[in-house]
């Protein structure tokens, strides 16, 4: 598998507005290979093993359909089925559990 370089971005504004879009006060969302974060650290962040197994699934998601295509398509689904059943989701909470999603990955 080709090396993916990711990026982490804290204190991030566009994580701030989906935090308080969502309800919650720790939040990681990906923008093609940022990772942008609110209401936790960088070093807090990767501590948590399945939390970034889920957030580079997504990254994954976006290497294969494209920035727009795969925003398009997971906004869609959350109008669709909503946020849960969302199948980008689905996916990146099987992720979890996924160690080898990790494999060539680089967090820069
Ligand atoms: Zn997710």
Same mark, same amino acid.
């Given at each position: 598998? $080709?090396?993916?370089? /990711? +990026?982490? $971005?804290?204190?991030?504004?566009? %994580?701030?507005? %989906?935090? *308080?879009?969502?309800?919650?006060?720790?939040?990681?969302?990906?923008?093609g290979?940022?990772? @942008?974060?609110?209401?936790?650290? *960088? !070093?807090?962040? #990767?501590?948590?093993?399945?939390? &970034?197994?889920?957030?580079? /699934? @997504?990254v994954?998601q976006y290497r294969? #359909?494209?920035l727009?295509?795969f925003?398009?398509? +997971?906004?869609? !689904? /959350? =109008?669709?089925?909503? +946020?849960? %059943?969302?199948?980008?989701?689905?996916? =990146?909470? %099987?992720?979890?559990?996924?160690?080898?999603?990790?494999?060539?990955? &680089?967090?820069?």
């Amino acid at each position: 598998m $080709k090396p993916v370089t /990711c +990026y982490i $971005k804290e204190r991030s504004l566009l %994580a701030r507005l %989906a935090a *308080r879009y969502m309800g919650g006060s720790q939040i990681a969302m990906v923008i093609g290979k940022t990772i @942008h974060l609110h209401g936790t650290s *960088r !070093e807090d962040f #990767l501590r948590h093993k399945w939390w &970034v197994r889920h957030e580079i /699934c @997504h990254v994954m998601q976006y290497r294969e #359909l494209g920035l727009v295509p795969f925003l398009w398509k +997971y906004l869609w !689904e /959350c =109008a669709r089925v909503g +946020y849960h %059943a969302n199948r980008f989701e689905v996916e =990146a909470r %099987a992720a979890e559990r996924d160690a080898a999603i990790m494999d060539g990955v &680089v967090i820069v």
